[in-house]
C-alpha cells in the first residue's frame, strides 16, 4: 500500500526532472555514443557505420593527447590553487582588516565581470612589453615577456586568469561557513595554547569540510567547462599549447563540422566526469558528514 | 581567531597581504574604469594627466543594445533560476520522502552525470533544440540546465539532515505532503537554496559558448555572447570601447552590489551553507 | 522561433493588412543575409544604408541583415542554420571557406543564377584575382565583396630617427632585415623597446600572413583544386625558416607569436616600426597615431607579393527558390560599382571592381588619400589565400605548424614534413 503509494508520488514528482535530464542529458549520451561509430555524413556523402574507427583516430591524434595533458595540467592547477586562495581570502575578509568591506568588495568582483569581458582586458595585461604584468616585471628587469605567445607560460597564464576568477567566487562559500564557527571554540583552542596555524588545521579546516565539498564539485566542473578564455584570447594556440578538451570539441563539431569525431571525444570526457563524480561521492561522502 | 588575528603582532602583515590581494583582485575593473573613460589613443598607457572623456560610453551606447542584452541575460537567469529550484526540489523531495523500488538507482544516475553539463554536450544538445523549434529562445538557453543534478543531490542532502520527528509532527497538525515539503523542508533548507542559487545566478550570468551556439538575434542575446560579438577583433583590439561595453553591461550589477553589499554578505553569512 | 520566420510572419501579416486596406499590395519575398561585423560597428549604418536603398528600389523585396560577429562565428552559424533546415539565403563569409561551404552542399553556384547578357557583362567586370578564388568545379561559387589584401605599415618617424629614408620602405627581404636592424632600440639594459618588424602568427593570421611569404619566394601553398598542398617545397620551407629566422638570427621581430588584436597597439605605442596586417586598419591607425607613417606593398625575395583576404557573397541552396533570386537580385545591387565605390571608401576594404575605382567618388577619395592606390595595385600581384577541402582543419594544421616553428619546438623544417602529412592523411578522401 504504501510502497504502491511512494512509487506513485515519487513517480510524478521526479518526473519533470527525469524527462529534462532525459532529454538533454541521457538521451544526448545515448545519441553521442551512436554517433561515434559512424562516420560524420557529410552535404553528399551519408554516414556509414565504421566501428571503433572514430576512437583508434583519436588514440593516434596528437592534439587529442595534447588537450588530455593540458586539460589536466589546468585541472591539477586550478582546483586547489583557487580552493586555497579563496580560503586565505576568506580568513583574511574574517579577520578585522582595517577596510574589510572594501577588501570584500574587490575579492569579489570577478564573480560580475563576465569572463569573456575581461578576456579582453587581460589580453592587454598580457601584451608584452607595454602590458602591465610586463611593465611590473619591467621593474625587476624581466620584461620582454610575451606570456601569451610561448608555449610554455600561454596555459599557466590562462590558469591565473581562472585562479583569478573562481577564487573570488569560492571566497564567499567559505566566508559564510567561517561566521557560523562558533566562537567559543576558537577561544577554546586558543586557551590551550594552540597557536594559528594549529586552530586552522585542527578546528577550522575539519569544520568547513562540507563547505570544501561544494566548493571543489564547482571546481572540477569549472575545470573542465571554464574555455570563454580560450575561445576569445588564443584559440587554443600556440600549436594547441592551451587546447582544453572542451575547446577541442567545439573546434571539432563546430569549425571541423567533424560530428562523428567530435562524438568520440566528448565520450572520453563524459567518463572522465562521470569517474570523477563516483569517486568524489563514493569515497570522500563516507568519510564527510554533509549535513 | 578573529580575537587571535588581531592581537597576533602580525596583524599588519595580515592587513597588508589582505589590501594586497585586494589590489590585484581588483585591477581588472580599476583598468577597466580608467580605459573606458579616455580616449582611445590612450589605450595602452598610462598617464596621469591625459584628458577624461565620456565619447567611448556614448559610441558604445549608440553602436549596441546593450540594454537589451542585459535584460536578456536578466531574464535567463531568473527563469533558470525558479525553474531550477522547483524542478530540483520535486526531484529531492521524492527521493528523501517517497522512496520506491529502484529509487536508487535512479539517484545513482543522477550522480553519475553530476558534473557533465550540458555544454559538454553541445552539438547534440543543439540538435534537440533545433527539433523542437526552440533554437535563438530565452528558454531555449536554458532549458538545458533546468534539471541540474548539483541542485537535487544537495536539495536531497539537505533534505535528508531534516529530523524525521519534524516532518511527522507535520502530519499530526494534518498537513498535506506539499505543506511540509513548504512549511518544513524549504525553510530549513533555506541556506543551500541561497548557495546554489549564487552558484546559478553566478554561472548564467559568466555562461558564454552554449548562449554562442543558440542565439542568433538581438532578441535573445545574453550580455556575454552581445560583448563576444561586439568586441570581435578583426581590426585589431579597441581596448577602450570594449572597456566601456564591458563597464555599461555590468554597471546595473555592479551598482546593485555596492549598494546592497552590507544586506547581502550579511543574510548570506546568517544563513551560512553546510 | 527564428527571428528571420519571425519577421517573415510579421511581414507576412504586415503585407496582408496592406492588402486588405490598399487592396492590391502582395506578399513581400524576405531575404536573410548574414553579414559577419560586431554589431553596432560604424559598418552596420552603412550596411542599413543600403539595405535602404535596395528596397527603396524593390519594393516588392525586404531585405534582413543579421550581424554575427567574426567570420568564424558568421560561417558557425550559416553552417548550423542550414543543416537544421533554415539556412540565410545569402551571407557574406569567407573566400576561403568554399570547399567546406560545397562539401556541406550549403552553397549553390552564383552562375546559375544569370540569364542576361547584363549579368554576363556585370561578372566579367571584377578583377580576375579575386574571382579566381570563387571558381570550382568550373562554376562560379561565389561574388568577390568585401576584399582586402595584407600590407606593410611602416613608422616614417622611427626610420628617421635610425637614420633611413623616412619615406623608403623595404622592397625585398633583404632591405625589410636591414631597416628593421636600423630601427631596433635597446635600452641600457640590453632590453629591446622598439622592434623593426612584427609579423601576426597567431591562428588564424599566420595561414594567411605565411601564404605572402611564400609567394614572395615564388612559391604557392595549395592547387587550384584544393586537394594539395605544398608544404614541403623548399621554397614553402625556406620562407617559413625566414620568419623564423628574423627573431632567432637578426633579432628584428619580437620573440614568440606576435599577436594580431594587439599588433595595431604595438604599431600605435611604437613597439615595433613595421607591421604586416590588412588595409582594414588604415582608418584606425590614422586616427590614433601620435607620428607619421605609411602603407607600403610587401617586399619580396624573388618577386614582391601578397594574399587576398576578405569576404564573398554566397547563396544559399536550401532557400527557398523566390528568396534567392531576390537575394541574387540584392547581391547584384551591393557589387555594382557605386556601392563597391561608397563602401571602399568608407569601410578601407578594396572594391575588387576595376569600374568602382572609376567612379567620382573614389576617384576624389583617392586623391586624398593615396594609401588606398596601394592595396588596389597590390591585388595583381596577390595570390588567394590558402584554401582546401575541409580548410578550417587543414589551416589549423598549419597554423599549429608555424607556431611551432616560431617559438622553436621545432624546425620549419620538422614542421612543414609534419603539417605536410597530416594534411595528406586529412585530404586524402578528396584525391
Redesign the interface.
Known amino acids: 500500500m504504501k ?1 504502491s ?3 506513485l ?3 510524478l ?2 518526473l ?6 532525459w ?7 545515448v ?2 555514443f551512436i ?1 561515434s561509430l559512424y562516420s560524420t555524413p ?3 556523402r551519408p554516414a556509414a557505420f565504421i566501428g571503433f574507427d572514430q576512437y583508434e583516430t583519436m588514440f593516434a591524434d596528437p ?1 587529442f593527447w595534447k588537450a588530455m595533458l593540458n586539460n589536466f595540467i589546468y585541472a591539477f592547477a586550478t582546483i586547489p590553487l583557487s580552493m586555497a586562495m579563496a580560503l ?2 576568506a ?9 574589510q ?18 578576456a ?6 598580457y ?4 602590458g ?1 604584468v610586463d611593465r611590473v616585471l ?1 621593474l625587476f ?1 624581466l ?2 615577456q ?1 606570456f ?4 610554455d607560460t600561454a596555459l599557466a597564464a590562462l590558469i591565473v586568469i581562472t585562479i ?1 576568477k573562481e577564487a ?2 569560492f571566497m ?2 567559505y ?3 567561517l ?2 564557527i562558533s ?1 567559543t571554540l ?2 577554546a583552542a ?1 586557551l590551550e595554547g594552540a597557536s ?1 596555524w594549529q ?1 586552522l588545521r585542527r578546528v ?1 579546516i575539519p569544520l568547513l569540510m ?2 570544501t565539498l ?1 566548493i571543489s ?2 571546481a ?2 569549472g575545470a ?2 571554464l ?2 578564455h580560450i ?2 584570447m ?7 599549447a592551451t587546447t582544453l578538451l ?1 575547446f577541442y ?3 571539432v ?7 562523428g569525431y ?2 568520440a571525444l ?1 565520450m572520453v ?2 567518463v572522465i ?2 569517474v ?3 569517486v568524489q ?1 563514493g569515497y570522500v561522502d563516507k568519510r564527510i558528514h ?2 | ?6 592581537s ?1 603582532p602580525v596583524a599588519a602583515l ?2 597588508f ?3 594586497f ?9 580599476l ?2 574604469v580608467w580605459t573606458a573613460f579616455h580616449p582611445a589613443a590612450y ?3 598610462f598617464d596621469l594627466f591625459m584628458p577624461l572623456t565620456l565619447e567611448n560610453f556614448v559610441r558604445v551606447w549608440n553602436a549596441a543594445p546593450f540594454a537589451r542584452y542585459f535584460l536578456n541575460t536578466f531574464a535567463l537567469v531568473t527563469v533558470t533560476l525558479v525553474c531550477q529550484f ?3 526540489t ?2 529531492a ?3 528523501v520522502c ?4 529502484g ?1 536508487n538507482v ?1 539517484f545513482m ?17 543543439y540538435r ?1 533544440l533545433s527539433r523542437i523549434g526552440l533554437l535563438d529562445t530565452i528558454v531555449g538557453i536554458a ?2 540546465y ?2 541540474s ?2 541542485g ?1 543531490f ?1 536539495f536531497r ?2 533534505f535528508k ?1 531534516i529530523p524525521k520527528e519534524l516532518e511527522e509532527a507535520a502530519r499530526l497538525e494534518g498537513a498535506n ?1 506539499l505543506q511540509v515539503l513548504v512549511r518544513v523542508f524549504v525553510p530549513i533548507a533555506k541556506p543551500t537554496y541561497i ?1 546554489y542559487g ?2 546559478t545566478v ?1 554561472y548564467h ?2 555562461n ?2 552554449w548562449p ?2 543558440v542565439t542568433n538575434s538581438v532578441e535573445t542575446r545574453p ?3 552581445g ?2 560579438v561586439f ?1 570581435t ?1 578583426e581590426q585589431g ?1 579597441d ?1 577602450s570601447l ?2 566601456a ?2 563597464l555599461l ?2 554597471a546595473p ?2 551598482v546593485a ?2 549598494l546592497f ?2 544586506q547581502f ?1 550579511q543574510s ?7 | 522561433m527564428l527571428p528571420w520566420k519571425r519577421a517573415t510572419i510579421t511581414a507576412a501579416l504586415a503585407a496582408s493588412t496592406l492588402a486588405l486596406v490598399g487592396g492590391g499590395a502582395c506578399a513581400k519575398t524576405q531575404v536573410t543575409f548574414f553579414y559577419p561585423v560586431q554589431v553596432g560597428g560604424p559598418l552596420t549604418q552603412t550596411i542599413d544604408g543600403y539595405v535602404a536603398r535596395f528596397e527603396e528600389a524593390n519594393p516588392d523585396i525586404d531585405v534582413v541583415p543579421v550581424y554575427s560577429g567574426n567570420y ?1 562565428d558568421t560561417t ?1 552559424k550559416a ?2 542554420a542550414a543543416k537544421s533546415g533554415t539556412p540565410p539565403t545569402i551571407a557574406v563569409l569567407l573566400a576561403t571557406d568554399i570547399f ?1 561551404l ?5 552553397v549553390q553556384p552564383i552562375d546559375e543564377f544569370f540569364k542576361t547578357a547584363e549579368d554576363k557583362k556585370w561578372v566579367e567586370g571584377f578583377m580576375p584575382a579575386y574571382l579566381a578564388s570563387a571558381k570550382v568545379d568550373g562554376h562560379l561559387w561565389a561574388v568577390p565583396y568585401q576584399r582586402s589584401t595584407a600590407v606593410l605599415y611602416w613608422n616614417k618617424k622611427a626610420f628617421a630617427e635610425a637614420g633611413l629614408d623616412p619615406n623608403k620602405y623595404p622592397k625585398t627581404w633583404d632591405e625589410m632585415v636591414a631597416y628593421g636592424k636600423a630601427v631596433t632600440k635597446k635600452d641600457a ?1 640590453g ?3 622598439r622592434w623593426g618588424v612584427g609579423i601576426p ?4 593570421s599566420a595561414q594567411w600572413l605565411f601564404g605572402a611569404l611564400a609567394i614572395q619566394n615564388g612559391a604557392k601553398l595549395m592547387n587550384d583544386a584544393g586537394t594539395e598542398t605544398y608544404l614541403t617545397d623548399p621554397k614553402v620551407v625556406e620562407a617559413l625558416k625566414f620568419w623564423v629566422d628574423l627573431s632567432k638570427v637578426h633579432g628584428v621581430h ?6 594580431w ?2 599588433t595595431p ?2 604599431f600605435l ?1 611604437e ?1 615595433i616600426a613595421m607591421v604586416w596586417t590588412t588595409t582594414g586598419n588604415l582608418s584606425h591607425l590614422k586616427a590614433n597615431a601620435k607620428f607619421e607613417f605609411g602603407m607600403a606593398p610587401y617586399p619580396g625575395k624573388v618577386k614582391p607579393g601578397s594574399v587576398l583576404g576578405g569576404g564573398n557573397f554566397y547563396v544559399f541552396k536550401k532557400a527557398p527558390q523566390a528568396e534567392k533570386e531576390a537575394g541574387f537580385k540584392f547581391v547584384k545591387f551591393m557589387t555594382s560599382d557605386p556601392i563597391l565605390a561608397d563602401w571602399c571608401i568608407k569601410t578601407g576594404y578594396v572594391a575588387p571592381r576595376d569600374g568602382a575605382w572609376e567612379q567620382p567618388a573614389l576617384k576624389e577619395y583617392v586623391a586624398k588619400v593615396p594609401e588606398a592606390t596601394v592595396a588596389r595595385d597590390q591585388i595583381a600581384i596577390s595570390v588567394p589565400e590558402i584554401s582546401t577541402h ?1 580548410n ?2 587543414t589551416s ?1 594544421v598549419l ?3 608555424i ?2 616553428a ?2 622553436g ?1 621545432k624546425t620549419p623544417e620538422k614542421a612543414l614534413a609534419d603539417a605536410q602529412a597530416e594534411i595528406d592523411r586529412i585530404l586524402k578522401p578528396y584525391r
Open positions: 510502497a503509494r511512494n512509487a508520488y515519487g513517480g514528482l521526479l519533470p526532472a527525469a524527462v529534462l535530464l532529454t538533454f542529458t541521457y538521451q544526448p549520451i545519441t553521442t554517433d557529410r552535404g553528399r592534439v586565505a581570502m580568513l583574511l575578509v574574517n579577520s578585522k582588516l582595517r577596510g568591506a572594501a577588501v570584500r568588495m574587490a575579492y569579489f568582483t570577478p564573480t560580475i565581470l563576465p569572463m569573456v569581458a575581461v579582453n582586458i587581460w589580453l592587454f595585461f601584451a608584452p612589453d607595454y602591465l619591467q628587469g620584461g620582454g610575451n601569451l605567445g610561448q608555449p583569478w573570488g567566487f564567499i562559500f566566508l559564510a561557513a561566521q557560523q566562537p576558537m577561544e586558543s594559528f586552530t577550522t562540507p563547505t561544494f564539485v564547482n572540477v566542473i573542465f567547462r574555455v570563454d575561445v576569445v588564443t584559440k587554443g594556440a600556440p600549436d594547441n572542451l570539441i567545439y573546434q563539431g563546430f569549425g571541423y563540422w567533424d560530428t567530435a562524438a566528448t570526457l563524459l566526469l562521470a570523477i563524480a563516483l561521492f554533509y549535513r | 581567531m578573529n580575537a587571535d588575528f588581531r597576533h595580515t592587513t597581504a589582505g589590501w590581494l585586494a589590489v590585484l583582485w581588483v585591477s581588472p575593473l583598468y577597466a589605450g595602452a598607457r522547483i524542478v530540483c520535486m526531484a523531495y521524492a527521493f517517497f522512496p520506491f523500488r529509487s535512479l544516475l543522477v550522480l553519475v552525470q553530476l558534473m557533465i553539463m550540458p555544454e559538454v554536450l553541445l552539438v547534440e544538445n534537440t532549458m538545458p533546468l534539471a543534478a548539483f537535487i544537495l542532502q539537505t539532515s505532503g548557495a549564487l552558484v553566478s550570468w559568466n558564454f559558448l554562442l551556439v550580455i556575454t555572447v560583448l563576444q568586441a577583433i583590439v581596448w570594449i572597456t561595453a564591458t553591461s555590468v550589477l555592479l552590489f555596492l553589499q552590507r554578505v548570506f553569512m546568517r544563513a551560512g551553507i553546510r | 568564424l558557425t553552417l548550423t567546406t560545397i562539401d556541406e552542399d550549403a639594459s632590453r629591446v623597446t602568427g597567431n591562428v588564424g619580437p620573440p614568440g607569436i606576435q599577436e588584436g594587439t597597439s604595438d605605442e613597439r575541409e578550417s582543419r589549423k597554423n599549429d605548424a607556431a611551432a616560431l617559438t619546438t
